[in-house]
């Protein structure tokens, strides 16, 4: 059971991480855009970073795709071994 949580953790961890930069850009707004750019910074830097939304963004992304990957898992039986072989067998 102490495993099981942490496999679903790590999961979630990595969902997680992968969804962060996905989320990143969305609603960014740079300095160049701003038509304010700081002396010493890049003319891509944002305008004004908003770490708390996009954490809270983030997490709720990320916990509706391993939701789904939960379900999809659990109770319909889909995993790694249901996708098609891409690659050749070289047996």
């Known amino acids: 059971m102490h495993m099981q949580f942490i496999s679903a953790f790590a999961v979630y961890f990595i969902i997680?991480?992968?969804t962060l930069f996905a989320i990143l850009p969305i609603g960014l707004k740079t300095q160049a855009e701003d038509e304010q750019i700081v002396?010493?910074?890049?003319e891509s830097a944002p305008?004004?970073?908003r770490g708390g939304r996009v954490v809270v963004l983030t997490t709720l992304?990320?916990?509706v795709i391993f939701g789904s990957w939960y379900i999809a898992s659990t109770y319909f039986g889909i995993?790694?071994?249901s996708l098609p072989l891409i690659l050749p067998n070289f047996d």
């Open 16 to 18: 997680w991480w992968i």
């Open 39 to 42: 002396p010493g910074s890049v």
């Open 47 to 49: 305008a004004r970073f």
């Open 61 to 63: 992304v990320s916990g």
């Open 79 to 81: 995993g790694f071994d």
